[in-house]
T-cell receptor, first 114, second 109 residues
């Protein structure tokens, strides 16, 4: 099993550019989410989805859009990149009721906005 | 006040030492608790869940104190390979996980 696959691993954007971070999982997990990780801040939830066609905002949603057209895929779109969006982005998935199983994370995307 | 607070460290310990990390959380309604391990420039990986009765997995012991709203992780007989950042995670309500900023551990020969 591939688990959670994120692409690209690295990206440099200019301010104002848009891009999509891809996330796919092959574990038939209902729940998928996007986090960003900044030094000293811990992981912060951007958006999440509890199933195909259902998305919701997390703690820091501004400047990002998501969609969930299939169970497997959960892309994150940056609409107009800003330097404040320089971060490491992680996609995570789990069964809907996590219980004691926690999340499976992708390997991350390191994004720099210049 | 952060929802999940951890001492950032770093904790520098010799091989074979016992080291303990604590984590406090603010939401008394939190339902489940975890410790994750994150190696440098890698994704977080689940280390262990934390049960109300406490639980042990080899050299690792996790404890939960709901009354005082803290979670602990004890590592016995530290190995060089234990060097990592340890993240405390609290499930605020189903699927709303809140992460601490992490405690960095370096185990030295």
């Amino acid at each position: 099993n591939a688990g959670v696959t994120q692409t690209p691993k690295f990206q440099v954007l200019k301010t104002g550019q848009s891009m999509t971070l891809q996330c796919a999982q092959d574990m038939n997990h209902e729940y998928m989410s996007w986090y960003r990780q900044d030094p000293g801040m811990g992981l912060r939830l951007i958006h999440y989805s509890v199933g195909a066609g259902i998305t919701d905002q997390g703690e820091v949603p501004n400047g990002y859009n998501v969609s969930r057209s299939t169970t497997e895929d959960f892309p994150l779109r940056l609409l107009s990149a800003a330097p404040s969006q320089t971060s490491v982005y992680f996609c995570a998935s789990s069964y809907l009721r996590t219980g004691n199983y926690g999340y499976t994370f992708g390997s991350g995307t390191r994004l720099t906005v210049v | 006040r952060k929802e999940v607070e951890q001492d950032p460290g770093p904790f520098n310990v010799p091989e074979g030492a016992t080291v303990a990390f604590n984590c406090t959380y603010s939401n008394s309604a939190s339902q489940s608790f975890f410790w994750y391990r994150q190696d440098c420039r890698k994704e977080p990986k689940l280390l262990m869940s934390v049960y109300s009765s406490g639980n042990e997995d080899g050299r690792f012991t996790a404890q939960l104190n709901r009354a005082s709203q803290y979670i602990s992780l004890l590592i016995r007989d530290s190995k060089l390979s234990d060097s990592a950042t340890y993240l405390c995670v609290v499930n605020k309500n189903n699927n709303d996980m809140r992460f601490g900023a992490g405690t960095r551990l370096t185990v030295k020969p």
